[in-house]
Every structure is written in structure tokens, then in C-alpha cells.
């Protein structure tokens, strides 16, 4: 069975992690996809679950995650994008994945469904549209293990970034010093090459490399991650300077 050694959730060293967006990679050949990823260094992949209700796209399903499950050690990241929370943190967590965001928006009983993923050992976390304010966490700072910061609307590829998300990542990393929590921002959304040195700046930890940036069409998967390193150094003098 996998390892699933991740490194991904220390914020303290000041590790950043890249997370490729799986829904961005080619689907017809995903293994050739994943083995590539796995030699440029990557050992955390990012799902996107929709449902179609939540968000109007269905990208990916729980068989391709079960299936990618026996191919990889790679620590499973779960975005759900989806109404009813509590049949998906049952479906992965009976899979095998590591960590799980769920929407703020969605999750009717927000503190509840936190709890059932951490009593399965799984990191939790809870995923923040544009729109929504920081206050939507407020009360279950004790339940998290990572926010994820939406950086455009959930759904879709290839969206451009919503800029106040900028300052809302800044917001997130002041928040969670004054509750003396020392959590991994996640950001998700036009994570591409330019915008990685903001994000990483003001305060991002997780990086989802989607099509802007990990599965760019402008370099190979090796190329685009080298370019992605490049551009957290950068992101990380900014945040140290
Ligand atoms: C958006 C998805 C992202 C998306 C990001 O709902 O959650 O994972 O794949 O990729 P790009 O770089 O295309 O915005
Ligand atoms: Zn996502």
C-alpha cells in the first residue's frame, strides 16, 4: 500500500507545496501524467469532486480516484465542490486521501462534517468562495487543518483570478496568527507563474497548479514545475523582505 508521506502541511519551515489540479491533466493518459509529476518532485495531487449541482461541472469521478489510488503515493488532496458534503467525505475517506476541503457555502453543518473527516484521520479543511468572507470560519478554527482560499469562482479551468483574493489571502495569514493558528493557506484558482509570487507573499502555502501554471501549454510538466520553483523563490523573498 502507499506511503503517502506528505510534507505538505508545514507552514513553520516555510515549505510551499505545489498541488497539481488533476482535472487540468491529460485524462486520456493520466498514469504517463502522474509518473512525470512524481519525477519533477511532486508528492501531493489536488481533486476537484463537483457534482454538477454545487458547481455546473463534473470533471472527475470517485472511480478515477479510487483506480489513481493503487498507482501513486502521492497524498490525495480533496476539493469538494458539492451539496451533499457527507456522502463525499464518506466516498474518499473510504478510499484513501489525506486531506479534504469543504465548502463553507455548502456545508450546512460545517463543524459536524470537520469532525467526521478528522475522526477518519484525514486532515481537514474548509474551502472559502471570493465572495465569502473570513468570518465563515471563525468558529471552527479548532476543527481546521488548512483553509483553502478560492482565487476565482469554483468550477472551472482557466478562469482569471479575482483580485480582491489577493488581499483575502493577506486577511486569512493575519487572521490565523491572531488565533494562534498555525495553519497552511491553500489557494486554488489562476495559480499561474505570474500570479504565484502574490500569492506566495501574502502568505499562500499549497499551491493548486492547474492550467496556468503545472499543465501550461507552453512547457513540459518538468519545465512548468522548474518555472513554478522559480516563482516561489521570488514570492518568498517578497514575503521575508
Ligand atoms: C477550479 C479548480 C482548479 C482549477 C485551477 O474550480 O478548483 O483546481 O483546476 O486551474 P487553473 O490554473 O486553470 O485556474
Ligand atoms: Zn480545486
Do not use: W
Not at 510534507?7 to 502522474?34: F, G, H, R, W, Y
Not at 472527475?60 to 451539496?83: P, S, W, Y
Not at 470537520?114 to 477518519?120: D, E, G, K, P, T
Amino acid at each position: 500500500m502507499p506511503t503517502h508521506e506528505s510534507q505538505c502541511l508545514s507552514p513553520a519551515d516555510k515549505k510551499i507545496s505545489i498541488a497539481p489540479s488533476v482535472m487540468c491533466a491529460d485524462l486520456c493518459n493520466l498514469e504517463t501524467d502522474i509518473r512525470e509529476l512524481e519525477k519533477a518532485g511532486i508528492n501531493l495531487l489536488h481533486f476537484d469532486l463537483m457534482d454538477a449541482h454545487f458547481v455546473p461541472n463534473m470533471p472527475i469521478g470517485l472511480v478515477l480516484i479510487e483506480q489513481l489510488r493503487q498507482k501513486t503515493d502521492c497524498a490525495f488532496d480533496i476539493h469538494l465542490m458539492v451539496n451533499n458534503n457527507d456522502f463525499f467525505v464518506e466516498a474518499v475517506a473510504n478510499i484513501g486521501v489525506q486531506q479534504i476541503a469543504v465548502h463553507a457555502e455548502s456545508a450546512i453543518h460545517l463543524d459536524r462534517t470537520l469532525s467526521v473527516i478528522q475522526a477518519h484521520g484525514i486532515k481537514s479543511g474548509v474551502a472559502l468562495n471570493p465572495a465569502t468572507p473570513l468570518s465563515a470560519i471563525t468558529y471552527v478554527v479548532d476543527r481546521l487543518d488548512f483553509v483553502l482560499i478560492m482565487t476565482v469562482n469554483p468550477g472551472f479551468a482557466g478562469q482569471k483570478l479575482v483580485p480582491a483574493t489577493l488581499r483575502k489571502i493577506e486577511e486569512c495569514r493575519a487572521f490565523l496568527d491572531k488565533n494562534d493558528a498555525e495553519l497552511p493557506i491553500e489557494v486554488d484558482g489562476n495559480v499561474s507563474f505570474k500570479n504565484i509570487p502574490k500569492m506566495v507573499a501574502a502568505g499562500a502555502d499549497i499551491l493548486v497548479g492547474g492550467s496556468s501554471s503545472v499543465f501550461h501549454t507552453s512547457g513540459s510538466r518538468k519545465e512548468n514545475i522548474q518555472q513554478i520553483r522559480q516563482a516561489i523563490a521570488q514570492g518568498l523573498k517578497e514575503r521575508d523582505g
